[in-house]
């Protein structure tokens, strides 16, 4: 049974991606509501069908209090039939609509919500680009899509438990009362009208205040996850007090806004409190003054009183249910902020895959600033052929790592063209163009996985042959062997910690080179590719480096000349511009900047002084 309802609906079907989701709340839920619509309708169905029984059997008890008042046996004779069939409809029909409507709401819709809308969520905030990540905190993104969904749940949940449930309880309330005397409708519409006014005050604020509250804990998560990925910086300058104080300012932040949302659940309940005085004392004594004057029965009072107290337990829970609904509406509306964010940087329309030739690049006219006045690049013309061997220097804040991201597309340039083999890479789809370029950075990260993992995520057909031999090629394979996990996992089975860190930098580099080399792209872009590496090892990968660039077009950032004097050209950045461009030979010829940066750099490396003296 449980199966059946779990599969009604399937959270991960397939449905057409947009770059622009909805910015308000209603439409925004809708768009994730379509594929449970049918289940929507059998739930909503389903409470209406549970609340109108309710009704029927308070009514049905102020008749047998009407009915008793004869002889026992006479009672029996005339209405044991009955009482039969409504204990059989007591034990059987009532429990099954009973569990359907909470299979409906626990097994159907409550699972697969939170899943469709985490999954949606999660695949739309992978599509942004890199800069729309590097803005944020990852805690707090990463808290945005954990706390959205469960929260939509809930919307969905008290809508159908509780809100569909509620009305349809008061509206069979109202026709129950007004059946029995339309007079006792007075005392209810009394209590009614400033219960209504009471919900109202509340939603208006729970909704705004809960978002501030779900903004506050995200803002928690951010700087707190912030601190723990940085904690080899935090425990090396020391700085323990400092981010427990940089953490408690948010924490009391949160703690605030808390109290804010807090103090409505406590007026609301104490408001709450004397209008269900008012409610019980107005209907339960009008009933007593009617039958007292003979206008009613006394299975009428037993009714009324029974519906009374029946509502005096509701009306709580009905007013929680819809502040808990309005409340989980502040923390989706707080994660919309992210989820609903629209992507920047898309494909163009009807954009091809890239289709690679000579691997020939080409920089025209390249510009981009980050949308400030200043930095990055301006106006850069540059053309690598194709198998060429390009190396790419100049101090720090030149623009190098710049070029090099506009070329993977990671932001979009500002002005100007990037070609590859003659193609736009704007009117070309990004995953094919990224598939076609190999890049190890100066500090690469790896997925907090296995070492196997870590290395096929290269190249995830590759064979268990073929990702040891890249491996061995980035002499990696023989520490690898060594490794193991507080789990007990070892060799390539070990997992690495998150972004690697269970690895000294060494280790890490080499198993990102591990990962390019089984990738094998033709175009290869090395940024600062050995420089976490010591020399020995170092040496020992320069070999399989310059091997691994055979036919390849190969772009080079060192800072450090001697690992690029050997390339077929040269390129000096600075400034955001191309100063020189040649090989080594020519360009310590021409005695300018590079050959200024080659007889003053001390120790083989280029610093950032040297860069900017150099420029003057």
Known sequence: MFRFFERLVDPYVTYEETDTLPQKLGPFLSLY??????????????????????????????????????????????????????????????PVAQVLQVALLNNAIIPNFGTLVRWRAHRHVLRQSVG?????????????????????????????????????????????????????????ALWFLPYIVLMRWTIRRIGPASEAASEARSAVTGRVVDSYTNIHAVKMFAHTDHEVDYGREVIEKARATFFVEMRLYTIMDFMLVILNGVLIVGVVGWALWLWLHGLATVGVVAAATALTLRLN????????????????????????????????????????????????????????????????LQSVNLTINRGEKVGLVGPSGAGKTTLVKLMLRFYEAEGGQILIDGQDIAKVTQDSLRRVIGMVQQDSTLLHRSVRDNIRYGRPEATEAEMVEAARRAEAHQFIGGLQDNAGNRGYDAQVGERGVKLSGGQRQRIALARVMLKDAP????????SALDSEVEAAIQTTLYGMMTGKTVIAIAHRLSTIAQMDRIVVMD?????????????????????????RQSGGFLGEDLGEEAAE
Do not use: C
């Open 523 to 530: 175009i290869l872009v090395l940024d600062e590719a050995t």
């Open 313 to 376: 337990a509701m009306s709580g829970w009905i007013m929680w249910a819809v502040s808990n609904f309005f409340r989980q509406l502040g923390v989706v509306a707080e994660g919309m902020q992210t989820i609903a964010q629209p992507i920047m940087l898309v494909d163009a329309p009807g954009a091809e895959p890239l289709k690679l030739g000579d691997g020939k690049i080409e920089f025209r006219g390249l510009t981009h600033h980050y949308g400030r006045e200043r930095g990055g």
């Open 132 to 188: 729309w990540f590097e803005n944020d905190f990852a805690g707090r993104i990463a808290n945005r899509i954990m706390q959205a969904p469960p929260a939509a749940g809930d919307v969905v949940f008290q809508l159908f438990d509780a809100i569909t449930f509620a009305l349809a309880y008061l509206v069979g309330a109202a026709v129950l009362l007004a059946d029995a005397d339309l007079r006792l409708l007075m005392p209810m």
């Open 33 to 94: 509501a379509r594929p449970f619509r049918r289940v929507f309708w059998a739930a909503g169905i389903a409470s209406v069908v549970i609340a109108s029984v309710e009704i029927w059997l308070l009514a049905y008890m102020g008749r047998l209090v009407d009915m008793l008042s004869g002889e026992p046996a006479q009672v029996w004779a005339a209405h044991g039939a009955e009482l039969i069939a409504v204990a059989i409809f007591v034990l059987t029909l009532r």
């Open 575 to 599: 400034q955001g511009r191309v100063v020189e461009d040649g090989s080594h030979a020519d360009l310590l010829a021409k005695g300018g900047l590079y050959a200024r940066l080659w007889s």
